[in-house]
Nanobody
Framework: VQLQASGGGLAQAGDSLRLSCAASGRYVMGWFRQAPGKEREFVAAINRSGVLTYYADSEKGRFTISRDNTKSTVYLQMNSLKPEDTAIYYC????????????????WGQGTQVTVSS
């Protein structure tokens, strides 16, 4: 499984960014992030059909995960960005059910850097 994340970059507080992750195959997909000096944390996940989504509490209402199975792509729309959203964002694929647990994900992309300035 190849995962290719893109869409990261520099943003100012309050801006929006949309991350994309192209995945070969249909899997449960998740977004995770890792800030400098911190452990990787769950951001959002979506099931194979796209009808079920999970979010971390801190992102609920600001971030939206979606997928276009015709393009084999999962998106993370990030609005009202905050400096604390600065991290490397990873997309991941799971052959199991939708989960917030990173250990349930079998495949990982290389990550895309998001930097938010105040």
């Amino acid at each position: 499984v190849q995962l290719q994340a893109s869409g990261g970059g520099l943003a100012q507080a309050g801006d929006s960014l949309r991350l994309s992750c192209a995945a070969s195959g249909r899997y449960v997909m998740g977004w995770f992030r890792q800030a400098p000096g911190k452990e990787r944390e769950f951001v959002a996940a979506i099931n194979r059909s796209g009808v079920l989504t999970y979010y971390a509490d801190s992102e609920k209402g600001r971030f939206t995960i979606s997928r276009d199975n015709t393009k084999s792509t999962v998106y993370l729309q990030m609005n009202s960005l905050k400096p604390e959203d600065t991290a490397i964002y990873y997309c991941a694929a799971s052959t199991g059910g939708i989960s917030r647990n990173e250990y349930e994900y079998n495949y990982w992309g290389q990550g895309t850097q998001v930097t938010v300035s105040s």
